[in-house]
């Protein structure tokens, strides 16, 4: 029994999930352990101690497969193997082993709905028409010699790409080397199973699906996104694999509404977890059009999708709570201020979002406020949909400086910088030469320099993941806005068992008025060092959050 739940009598099975924060590793930037510039599998289990004196309780792993990289792992060619980089699978067995010792689960990315073309099954099924893998895929015939349909690829371009040997297109979403898997055939429905029971086996804390809500698309129809069979399909993989374990299963789901998310996360239905929902990642982009089309944020509507959030799963979903992964730009940069009010700025969102309702994901680097790192050229760009893009808008006559200032905001190398770990070489990341540019503010951004000062942002962190486990009215509370409020502030109550907590985070850099009918008791937490705080009436600072349990 968790504590505190036996209180407020609900008989429901608590989940660890639940009651927990997630670290996300991207395994290529986090830690070089053999000078070879590629973060890996040795690297993070040096870390392990790091991530113990955190506090998080399980880490999402980025894909460590045996991978060619044309997408940094998200392009498999062997489900069963480690990526030669990152090591063996004894040094996988290892980490697992030290994770559990640090009572970390470890979350393994599932990355099916499409495979690299270098994995067996694709290999065989080009060979020809009626090679026995050939439906493992999706291949269809040209229409008046040309692709089947104007279906595009999320990485620029179409999405079929022609095969000259047979004659016919196959599927990709993504890169043409990241062929999409027919989910339709049963046999590769079963293998995904044997794989993902493979994993299971070894002792995995379960599974981040990327992309999950592709697998039921009907590309003759346009259909990729939500089709048909999804949900199906989900009750069956959730039957076959991890319905008998406990684990967390959380689906990448860019198109989830609300209404959506319960059918993935209602408990009853025997789907997933939860879903990352992307509702408010959204904000920042013109209306119809895509990431690269900026816009500034309007902070009332992410107030208004946060909120809708927060109230509308009750007790038919969860939700998980995220400013970051590897595919978003640094959230301090995004939203914020990443020079002179960086340190208020990231304790600031981190505030915000770790007293909500949901399960909290920490993206490596975010602990410690790691900000955007700009390009001037193309030549310095790693990521493929941010090359593909580049091209693909230089023919249809872009100027370059308005593509390079797209990458600057959205681009994926933003987050992908290594990680910086203190302010020798690389920041600590590797020996040897960086795949990646390592950003040149590693000096002064690094764990190190937080480690040794007990007012910083991964403090801070590491204070709102304690209060978490220490306080069940941050899992469990009801949420309640304060309406009240100017635009820029966002504020709201958490409310359980007769306790109320009053949370308050001004989101922008200039001072604003802030005041409710009542006092605070205690305060929990202030990124500005607040001994008292008068909720009747104060400024809120540039950037000022705190959180205090109201008198009741
Ligand atoms: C997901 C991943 C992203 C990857 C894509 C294709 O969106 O998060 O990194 O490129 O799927 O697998």
Partial sequence: MVKGYEAKGMEKEVKWWQTAVVYQIYPRSFQDSDGDGIGDLRGIINRIDYLKLLGITAIWLSPVYKSPNDDNG???SDYQDIMDEFGTMADMEELLAKANEASIKIVMDLVVNHTSDEHKWFIEAKKSRDNAYRDYYIWRDPVDGAEPNELGSIFSGSAWEFDEASGQYYLHLFSKRQPDLNWENEKVRREVYDMMNFWLDKGVGGFRMDVIDLIGKLPDQGITGNGPKLHEYLQEMNRETFGSHDVLT??????????????????KRNELSMVFQFEHIGLDQQEGKDKWDL??????ELKEVLVKWQTSLGDEGWNSLFWNNHDLPR???????????????????AILLHIMKGTPYIYQGEEIGMTNCPVTSIDEVEDIEAVNMYHDRLAKGYAVEDIIRSINAKGRDNARTPMQWDDSVNGGFTSGTPWLHVNPNYAEINVQRNLDNPDSIFYTYKRLIQLRKDNPIIVWGDFELIAHTVKEVFAYYRLYNGEKWLVAANMSEREHAFGVEEDADEILISNYNRSSIDIRQLTLQPYEAFAVKVRG
């Fill in 250 to 267: 959380v689906g990448e789901t860019w198109g989830a509404t609300p209404e959506i998310a319960k059918q993935y996360s209602d408990p």
């Fill in 74 to 76: 998200y392009d498999i």
């Fill in 331 to 349: 959230i301090v940069s995004r939203w914020g201020n990443d020079r002179e009010l960086r340190e208020q700025c990231a304790k600031m969102f």
């Fill in 295 to 300: 816009k500034p944020l309007d902070i009332a």
